[in-house]
Nanobody, 127 residues
Framework: VQLQASGGGLVQAGGSLRLSCATSGRTFYTIGWFRQAPGKEREWVSSMHTIHVSGTNKYYTDSVKGRFIVSSDNAKNTVYLQMNSLKPEDTAVYYC????????????????????WGQGTLVTVSS
């Protein structure tokens, strides 16, 4: 089982980046994105259920709502995080993570709910 995050880089404030999380070994029901800025704790950014039955399947922390969009291409086993209107405070190492099954809504923002983690990709937003 592997998760491979990619797509990070240096971008000016107001710019955009698209992160990718490629998974292999199995299909994951829930994929999450977390980030960790220098000197700060890891924080939850977004999650989605890749197997969508009904209702909401995409979730965002308040600070990125309206700017970030999570999506998936199940044929490619890849989840994307489109990041628009980037701000310097978005600078961090971004990690994708996956749960063993469907993660309930109340646990989506908890790192401990995710069993598998990618290696992280650095996003730097200059002012």
């Amino acid at each position: 089982v592997q998760l491979q995050a990619s797509g990070g880089g240096l971008v000016q404030a107001g710019g955009s980046l698209r992160l990718s999380c490629a998974t292999s070994g199995r299909t994951f029901y829930t994929i999450g994105w977390f980030r960790q800025a220098p000197g700060k704790e890891r924080e939850w950014v977004s999650s989605m259920h890749t197997i969508h039955v009904s209702g909401t399947n995409k979730y965002y922390t308040d600070s990125v709502k309206g700017r970030f969009i999570v999506s998936s291409d199940n044929a490619k086993n890849t989840v994307y995080l489109q990041m628009n209107s980037l701000k310097p405070e978005d600078t961090a190492v971004y990690y994708c993570a996956a749960g063993n099954g469907r993660i309930i809504m109340s646990a989506l923002n908890r790192a401990g709910a995710y069993a598998y983690w990618g290696q992280g990709t650095l996003v730097t937003v200059s002012s």
